[in-house]
């Protein structure tokens, strides 16, 4: 039925009642509601049918329904609580639940003629129908049908029985609530609630409203929710009991395992996946292993490295019944840099729990090589000689590589060969190897370079080679050839020759030999004589010694097995000459220093019989810089017997002093002509001001300080122009100089600069004192002092009476001491006069803020001076002591006391 329609046929007093009242009623009606049909009115609906038969004539019935936790009372034109009664007498329910309805009769007088009850089950959109059977009233208790003794409480529990179905062990099902209400006439005492029976254990009382006395008709509610700790199927009953009444509702349910879910395997490994390209795709398998479904499920991946792996695909979402399973299925698509990524794939339901499993996977960089050694040296093998080999490893880092192809390359490459070509075609997998050798046979001496290229359709790598090409043992003679010019009969002259082997490979010993001519020639020191290594040289001394003059030439050999080398030497035999330096000596005029001085002409002449050699000219000796060779033309040429040259030399100091050097004219023959040089540089003028700074310390505002002097000194060779002397800075106007301006120092001299602080204002003054010279330069003192009122010293009080002390015993006492000028005092005195100066005395300070002898007084700065009274003999005991510096003037204070 889609609807249920109603007829109330209700019972109206008095009306309506005289054909259905007396003792011999058989059914008496107070609402009753007939069903029509589907069609009709739609709805929760409750029919209530009373039936019996009770003595007296029945006025009125009444009716009790106990619903949802109350009680109320209703009758035909009014509506109270979840019952409604509308006008067409239907009534109409909200909400659904056990229900008990008490149906009291009442005569005229409102005396109770018989009473009873039914109870049931309201639910959603049906009719329930409950018929009660009225008994007759006892004594005006209860009546006969209402199943206990008149006057006594009843008890009674809906529903009578509940079945909570299937629950999980360690999941407490939701509270169901039980309705207790008293049927009976008289009040009962607060009930007594238990759970009983075998599984008791597993259920659980969660609320009880019933704690107090619970009247006629009323009712209270229990909670009872069904918490199994083991599996299988449990049952336990609810009693409550009141004055020896006992109700009960019996409880059932199944306990099962709670849905659990589970993930396998635990450990997935997706394998390699190149970075930036998706990966396998694995897949794990979700199972409830519970009893009961779990909720709806949720999978997500969770961790550091979640965001590489995405979620494929997967079954799973909806609840899992119990035993059932889904899956999962996870890619692997890495991004970054290569290496290792873990996450987790967590699938979870309420209920259910959640299951984890790890999910790994390794990401690879697109195949990438690597050659070791990436550089590399095959030693150094003669012209022709294969070198030992050198093994290469080539490896993998990354992903699968297609096949490598190895090559040579570079400006030597014919010198080198891959021996053993392991690489060749093959195709590397990930972190995997092979291996090449290498050899260098060199074709000519010298380093030789070349490439060696591994490469793949993913990228390659490339290894450096080289190596040195021994050449045969090669003799080099230098210099190349050798005059020795012209050398007066008698005289010697050596040259020194150098042998060394421009080849490769070791030489055999070096011997070394004159020919053609000789006779006025001679080997002399020498270090060869042994084997030369490659790059290695010896050394030979030829020495020349003309006997006659005339013309000398030969050639000096050196040999090492097949390998040889020549050089020709000549020089001539001349008689004597003699050169001379005309002057022999030359001071210069002093000179400032890098300024140019003067110059002289020096003369050269050979007072020799025969022509001498070619001249060299030179300046030697510490002071050669400081002069310059201007013009001159005895370089490179030769001077007959009595011939001259001339040559200038001016003087440069370089440096403040004296210089000097020598001037020498060489010949061979000819000796050697000196003439001895000299000047004195001069230092240009340059100041200095000393002291540097000073400071004046405090002067009084209005007063100025004494002179104090400033040198002002020339530490060059040279005088100053005029000095120009002044103060500059912000407080310049505090500062008065006088001396030494618009004079002009001496070299080496000083003058004085009077300078006095005159204070202004208040506060620290600063200023420069600036001396300056355009010949000399600018030099500065810095000059401060301080201006303020003067200290003066203000003690408070003037007066201290340290009033009685027992002889022997002392009392102290202090009084304030201020500084209230600017400036700081002199260091602080105290002495004592009057009557008793014995009796007192200062104390000597322990803490901060007390004066002390010495000490001095900033501005606004105090002080406290701790006094002591210690009387000897008894009576008054009168004294001064007087606070005194310099600056700060001297206070007396009074000081009185008595000794007892």
Same mark, same amino acid.
């Given at each position: 039925?889609?609807?249920?329609?109603?007829?109330?046929?209700?019972?109206?007093?008095?009306?309506?009642?005289?054909?259905?009242?007396?003792?011999?009623?058989?059914?008496?009606?107070?609402? /009753?509601?007939?069903?029509?049909?589907?069609?009709?009115?739609?709805?929760?609906?409750?029919?209530?049918?009373?039936?019996?038969?009770?003595?007296?004539?029945?006025?009125?019935?009444?009716?009790?329904?106990?619903?949802?936790?109350?009680?109320?009372?209703?009758?035909?034109?009014?509506?109270?609580?979840?019952?409604?009664?509308?006008?067409?007498?239907?009534?109409?329910?909200?909400?659904?639940?056990?229900?008990?309805?008490?149906?009291?009769?009442?005569?005229?007088?409102?005396?109770?003629?018989?009473?009873?009850?039914?109870?049931?089950?309201?639910?959603?959109?049906?009719?329930?129908?409950?018929?009660?059977?009225?008994?007759?009233?006892?004594?005006? %208790?209860?009546?006969?049908?209402?199943?206990?003794?008149?006057?006594?409480?009843?008890?009674?529990?809906?529903?009578?029985?509940?079945?909570?179905?299937?629950?999980?062990?360690?999941?407490?099902?939701?509270?169901?609530?039980?309705?207790?209400?008293?049927?009976?006439?008289?009040?009962?005492?607060?009930?007594?609630?238990?759970?009983?029976?075998?599984?008791?254990?597993?259920? /659980?009382?969660?609320?009880?409203?019933?704690?107090?006395?619970?009247?006629?008709?009323?009712?209270?509610?229990?909670?009872?929710?069904?918490?199994?700790?083991?599996?299988? $199927?449990?049952?336990?009953?609810?009693?409550?009991?009141?004055?020896?009444?006992?109700?009960?509702?019996?409880?059932?349910? &199944?306990?099962?395992?709670?849905?659990?879910?589970?993930?396998?395997?635990?450990?997935?490994?997706?394998?390699?996946?190149?970075?930036?390209?998706?990966?396998?795709?694995?897949?794990?398998?979700? =199972?409830?292993?519970?009893? &009961?479904?779990?909720?709806?499920?949720?999978?997500?991946?969770?961790?550091?490295?979640?965001?590489?792996?995405?979620?494929?695909?997967?079954?799973?979402?909806?609840?899992?019944?119990?035993?059932?399973?889904?899956?999962?299925?996870?890619?692997?698509?890495?991004?970054?840099?290569?290496?290792?990524?873990? /996450?987790?794939?967590?699938?979870?339901?309420?209920?259910?729990?959640?299951?984890?499993?790890?999910?790994?996977?390794? @990401?690879?960089?697109?195949?990438?090589?690597?050659?070791?050694?990436?550089?590399?040296?095959?030693?150094?093998?003669?012209?022709?000689?294969?070198?030992?080999?050198?093994?290469?490893?080539?490896?993998? #880092?990354?992903?699968? #590589?297609?096949?490598?192809?190895?090559?040579?390359? %570079?400006?030597?490459?014919?010198?080198?060969?891959?021996?053993?070509?392991? +690489?060749?075609?093959?195709?590397?997998?990930?972190?995997?190897?092979?291996?090449?050798?290498?050899?260098?046979?060199?074709?000519?001496?010298?380093?030789?370079?070349?490439?060696?290229?591994?490469?793949?359709?993913? %990228?390659?790598?490339?290894?450096?080679?080289?190596?040195?090409?021994?050449?045969?043992?090669?003799?080099?003679?230098?210099?190349?050839?050798?005059?020795?010019?012209?050398?007066?009969?008698?005289?010697?002259?050596?040259?020194?020759?150098?042998?060394?082997?421009?080849?490769?490979?070791?030489?055999?010993?070096?011997?070394?030999?004159?020919?053609?001519?000789?006779?006025?020639?001679?080997?002399?020191?020498?270090? +060869?004589?042994?084997?030369?290594?490659?790059?290695?040289?010896?050394?030979?001394?030829?020495?020349?010694?003309?006997?006659?003059?005339?013309?000398?030439?030969?050639?000096?050999?050196?040999?090492?097995?097949? @390998?040889?080398?020549?050089?020709?030497?000549?020089?001539?035999?001349?008689?004597?000459?003699?050169?001379?330096?005309?002057?022999?000596?030359?001071?210069? /005029?002093?000179?400032?220093?890098?300024?140019?001085?003067?110059?002289?002409?020096?003369?050269?002449?050979?007072?020799?019989?025969?022509?001498?050699?070619?001249?060299?000219?030179?300046?030697?000796?510490?002071?050669?810089?400081?002069?310059? $060779?201007?013009?001159?033309?005895?370089?490179?040429?030769?001077?007959?017997?009595?011939?001259?040259?001339?040559?200038?030399?001016?003087?440069?100091?370089?440096?403040?002093?004296?210089?000097?050097?020598?001037?020498? &004219?060489?010949?061979?023959?000819?000796?050697?002509?000196?003439?001895?040089?000299?000047?004195?540089?001069?230092?240009?003028? =340059?100041?200095?001001?000393?002291?540097?700074?000073?400071?004046?310390?405090?002067?009084?505002?209005?007063?100025?300080?004494?002179?104090?002097?400033?040198?002002?000194?020339?530490? %060059?060779?040279?005088? #100053?122009?005029?000095?120009?002397?002044?103060?500059?800075?912000?407080?310049?106007?505090?500062?008065?100089?006088?001396?030494?301006?618009?004079?002009?120092?001496?070299?080496?001299?000083?003058?004085?600069?009077?300078?006095?602080?005159?204070?202004?204002?208040?506060?620290?003054?600063?200023?420069? $004192?600036?001396?300056?010279?355009?010949?000399?330069?600018?030099?500065?003192?810095?000059?401060?002092?301080?201006?303020?009122?003067?200290?003066? $010293?203000?003690?408070?009080?003037?007066?201290?009476?340290?009033?009685?002390?027992?002889?022997?015993?002392?009392?102290?006492?202090?009084?304030?001491?201020?500084?209230?000028?600017?400036?700081?005092?002199?260091?602080?005195?105290?002495?004592?006069?009057?009557?008793?100066?014995?009796?007192?005395?200062?104390? &000597?300070?322990?803490?901060?803020?007390?004066?002390?002898?010495?000490?001095?007084?900033?501005?606004?700065?105090? +002080?406290?001076?701790?006094?002591?009274?210690?009387?000897?003999?008894?009576?008054?005991?009168?004294?001064?002591?007087?606070?005194?510096?310099?600056?700060?003037?001297?206070?007396?204070?009074?000081?009185?006391?008595?000794?007892?």
């Amino acid at each position: 039925m889609n609807a249920i329609a109603a007829t109330p046929r209700p019972v109206r007093a008095p009306r309506a009642t005289a054909h259905l009242l007396g003792r011999s009623l058989g059914l008496v009606v107070a609402a /009753a509601l007939a069903v029509m049909g589907c069609g009709g009115k739609t709805g929760t609906y409750v029919v209530v049918r009373v039936e019996g038969t009770v003595p007296g004539t029945i006025a009125r019935i009444e009716l009790a329904f106990t619903y949802q936790g109350s009680t109320r009372q209703h009758s035909f034109a009014e509506a109270s609580g979840p019952v409604t009664l509308p006008s067409d007498g239907a009534f109409k329910m909200t909400g659904v639940g056990p229900i008990m309805v008490t149906a009291r009769a009442l005569d005229g007088a409102g005396d109770e003629l018989g009473r009873g009850s039914a109870s049931g089950t309201v639910r959603a959109d049906e009719v329930e129908t409950l018929t009660i059977t009225l008994g007759e009233a006892v004594d005006g %208790g209860l009546p006969d049908g209402g199943g206990s003794d008149g006057g006594l409480p009843d008890l009674a529990v809906l529903p009578a029985s509940h079945d909570y179905g299937v629950a999980a062990t360690g999941a407490p099902s939701p509270a169901y609530e039980l309705v207790v209400s008293n049927p009976g006439v008289a009040t009962a005492a607060p009930p007594v609630v238990v759970l009983a029976g075998t599984d008791r254990p597993d259920f /659980a009382l969660t609320a009880n409203g019933c704690t107090g006395a619970l009247l006629s008709g009323a009712s209270c509610k229990v909670s009872v929710a069904f918490s199994p700790l083991t599996q299988g $199927l449990k049952s336990a009953r609810l009693e409550v009991q009141a004055a020896g009444v006992t109700a009960t509702a019996q409880l059932t349910g &199944v306990a099962v395992p709670p849905a659990s879910l589970s993930l396998s395997p635990l450990l997935h490994d997706a394998g390699r996946a190149v970075v930036g390209q998706s990966g396998s795709v694995v897949s794990f398998m979700v =199972r409830n292993n519970g009893a &009961v479904p779990t909720g709806d499920l949720v999978a997500a991946l969770q961790g550091d490295d979640a965001a590489h792996f995405t979620l494929a695909s997967q079954s799973c979402g909806a609840p899992l019944g119990p035993g059932d399973g889904c899956t999962v299925s996870v890619r692997f698509t890495p991004t970054g840099s290569p290496g290792q990524r873990t /996450a987790s794939l967590t699938v979870t339901g309420a209920p259910g729990g959640t299951g984890v499993a790890a999910v790994t996977g390794m @990401a690879m960089a697109p195949g990438t090589l690597t050659v070791k050694p990436e550089t590399s040296n095959l030693g150094a093998r003669g012209v022709g000689l294969a070198s030992t080999p050198l093994l290469f490893t080539v490896t993998n #880092t990354g992903a699968p #590589t297609s096949p490598l192809v190895t090559a040579l390359t %570079g400006t030597n490459q014919a010198d080198f060969a891959i021996r053993n070509a392991g +690489c060749q075609g093959v195709a590397l997998g990930s972190e995997l190897s092979c291996t090449l050798e290498v050899v260098m046979t060199p074709s000519a001496g010298g380093t030789r370079t070349a490439s060696l290229t591994v490469a793949s359709a993913s %990228g390659g790598a490339v290894a450096a080679l080289s190596g040195v090409g021994l050449a045969p043992a090669a003799l080099d003679l230098e210099p190349a050839s050798h005059d020795f010019g012209s050398l007066p009969v008698g005289a010697t002259a050596a040259q020194l020759f150098t042998i060394s082997n421009t080849g490769g490979m070791p030489s055999q010993p070096v011997v070394m030999a004159l020919s053609n001519g000789a006779a006025d020639l001679a080997i002399g020191n020498s270090t +060869c004589g042994v084997a030369l290594a490659a790059g290695a040289s010896c050394t030979v001394n030829l020495v020349f010694t003309p006997r006659t003059a005339g013309t000398r030439s030969a050639q000096l050999t050196a040999t090492a097995a097949s @390998a040889s080398a020549t050089v020709t030497v000549s020089g001539v035999g001349v008689p004597a000459g003699a050169l001379v330096a005309i002057p022999t000596t030359r001071t210069f /005029a002093d000179t400032l220093v890098g300024q140019q001085g003067e110059s002289s002409v020096i003369t050269i002449r050979n007072d020799g019989q025969v022509s001498s050699g070619a001249l060299a000219v030179q300046l030697t000796g510490t002071g050669a810089a400081d002069f310059d $060779l201007v013009t001159t033309d005895c370089g490179a040429q030769t001077l007959a017997a009595g011939a001259t040259c001339m040559l200038t030399v001016r003087f440069r100091p370089q440096s403040a002093g004296l210089h000097a050097t020598s001037l020498q &004219v060489v010949a061979s023959p000819g000796g050697t002509a000196i003439a001895t040089l000299s000047g004195r540089g001069l230092a240009p003028a =340059r100041l200095e001001l000393v002291p540097p700074s000073y400071d004046y310390g405090s002067v009084v505002t209005g007063q100025q300080s004494p002179d104090v002097a400033f040198t002002l000194a020339n530490l %060059g060779d040279l005088p #100053t122009d005029q000095v120009t002397v002044q103060t500059s800075g912000t407080d310049a106007a505090s500062f008065v100089a006088s001396g030494c301006g618009g004079q002009v120092i001496a070299a080496h001299a000083s003058c004085t600069i009077q300078v006095r602080f005159v204070a202004q204002g208040t506060g620290q003054r600063t200023a420069s $004192l600036t001396a300056s010279a355009t010949m000399g330069g600018t030099v500065t003192s810095s000059l401060t002092g301080r201006a303020g009122a003067p200290a003066v $010293l203000v003690v408070t009080p003037l007066q201290r009476n340290f009033g009685s002390v027992a002889t022997g015993a002392e009392a102290t006492a202090q009084v304030r001491v201020r500084n209230s000028g600017e400036l700081p005092t002199g260091p602080l005195s105290f002495s004592f006069g009057g009557a008793e100066p014995g009796s007192y005395a200062v104390v &000597v300070p322990s803490g901060a803020g007390e004066c002390a002898v010495n000490q001095v007084l900033a501005g606004a700065e105090a +002080c406290n001076l701790k006094l002591r009274f210690r009387p000897t003999s008894a009576g008054a005991k009168d004294a001064t002591v007087t606070v005194s510096a310099t600056p700060g003037g001297s206070v007396p204070v009074s000081l009185s006391g008595t000794g007892q």
